[in-house]
Structure formats: structure tokens, C-alpha cells
């Protein structure tokens, strides 16, 4: 079946402009998580989200980044006034549920904030 | 709070050699942990996951991890490498929390 899709793959940002980056999870899949991944780094986690209920923020790292999934499936990730320090992958995983499962990746959005 | 080093940061392996890609975590309990592989371009592909019983667990395309509480280790392991594998891993833990902490990634070259 069809995986995480997310887009767009690749993302030229001007220092200053709102992005929004959308993650496609896989159907069905309660469980939502957005990681930033930095180069040359392992992805750190932003937030999660259990159907449309964001549980845990604690990862986004300032009030410029903002993520909803306001009917449980499709989540938008939306970066404003973008910094150069924003520059990174932006990885969507889903799962089954939150617990004990794993979580599925999906290709990541590239940002580079010129 | 949850954390994994991987003490490797470039590995290089001839094709057909072993393979052993160092993994340690911290975290209070027992952990569940996980190895992914990503390529250039792609997304985090799981090669396995440990959440608990046998201690030796078997994941795709060969590799085979190893969990030693004493060691606090979840070391990767692949008897014969082929070029293919070339690619980043990388080792993380499921705390307390939903979220995975990743480690820094080991790089892995295969020389032909």
C-alpha cells in the first residue's frame, strides 16, 4: 500500500517568508509525528499528534513553527518569518497507534532558507 | 530524559566483510529501540526493533542487533556486507514518551 507522502520534496525559502510544509500519513494511521533533521544529524523530534489531538509540542523549537491535523489524517507543518537556522529536513512519520508501534517515515521535505 | 550515542560517526567495510555498528542508549527502563537505514534522498527505512523477549533480534536484509542491559547496547550487526549497504543508520529509543531520540548516525562506506 501507499506510504508517508509529504510535500513538497524540496522547499527555497527567502529569510522572512511563512512556509507550509503537508505530510499524507499512511490511512488509518492514528498516530502523526513531525521530526526535524538538521545536516549531519539524527532527526529530533517536533510534535505529535494522536488523530487530531496535538499530545506533545515539546520539540518545536520556537512560536514561529506551528503543526495542526485538524481532521486526524493530512498535518501541515508551518514555519513563519523563516530564519536560516530553519534549514533542514522536515521528516513525517505515522503509526498505528501510539504505543509500542513503530513508525513509518516518509520521504522528508527539504528547506533551505536563503 | 532519554538518550543514544553512536560512537561512529564514518565507518568503511570491503564488501563481503563483517559489520558491527555500535549503538548506546540511557534511559531509566527498559527501553524499546530501534534501527532505521536511510539513503540519500530518502526517507528512514526500520531494519528492526527491539521491544522485548530474545535479546537477539533478526531485521531485514540480513542485519541482526543484539540488546545487553548491562551494556546499556543495541549494537547492529551484518555477517557479510554488500555494496548496497552503503548508506546512513541510525540507532534510536522510544522512552517514556511516543517520540523516537535518534542518535547522530553512522555513515557507512563500502569499499568493493
Known amino acids: 500500500g501507499a506510504g508517508v507522502s509529504q510535500s513538497p520534496r524540496y522547499k527555497v525559502a527567502k529569510r522572512g517568508q511563512d512556509v507550509a510544509l503537508r505530510c499524507d500519513p499512511i490511512s488509518g494511521h492514528v498516530s502523526l509525528f513531525w521530526y526535524q533533521q538538521a545536516l549531519g544529524q539524527g532527526p529530533e523530534f517536533l510534535t505529535y499528534?494522536?488523530?487530531?489531538?496535538?499530545?506533545?509540542k515539546s520539540g518545536l523549537p520556537s512560536d514561529r513553527f506551528f503543526a495542526e491535523r485538524p481532521e486526524g489524517s493530512v498535518s501541515t507543518l508551518k514555519i513563519q518569518r523563516t530564519q536560516q537556522e530553519d534549514s533542514a529536513v522536515y521528516l513525517c512519520?505515522?503509526?498505528?497507534?501510539?504505543?509500542?508501534?513503530?513508525?513509518?517515515f516518509g520521504p522528508g521535505t527539504r528547506l533551505t532558507v536563503t | 530524559a532519554q538518550s543514544v550515542t553512536q560512537p561512529d560517526i564514518h565507518i568503511t567495510v570491503s564488501e563481503g566483510a563483517s559489520l558491527e555498528l555500535r549503538c548506546n542508549y540511557s534511559?531509566?527502563?527498559?527501553?524499546?529501540l530501534f534501527w532505521y537505514v536511510q539513503s540519500p534522498g530518502q526517507g528512514l527505512q526500520l531494519l528492526l526493533k527491539y521491544f522485548s523477549g530474545d535479546t537477539l533480534v533478526q531485521g531485514i536484509k540480513g542485519f541482526e542487533a543484539e540488546f545487553k542491559r548491562s551494556q546499556s547496547s543495541f549494537n547492529l550487526r551484518k555477517p557479510s556486507v554488500h555494496w548496497s549497504d552503503a548508506a546512513e543508520y541510525f540507532c534510536a529509543v522510544k522512552g517514556g514518551g511516543n517520540k523516537l531520540t535518534f542518535g547522530t548516525g553512522t555513515q557507512l562506506k563500502v569499499e568493493l
Open positions: 512519520a505515522s503509526s498505528p497507534e501510539g504505543g509500542l508501534r513503530e513508525q513509518y
Open positions: 499528534f494522536q488523530n487530531e489531538a496535538q499530545l506533545d
Open positions: 534511559y531509566g527502563a527498559t527501553p524499546y
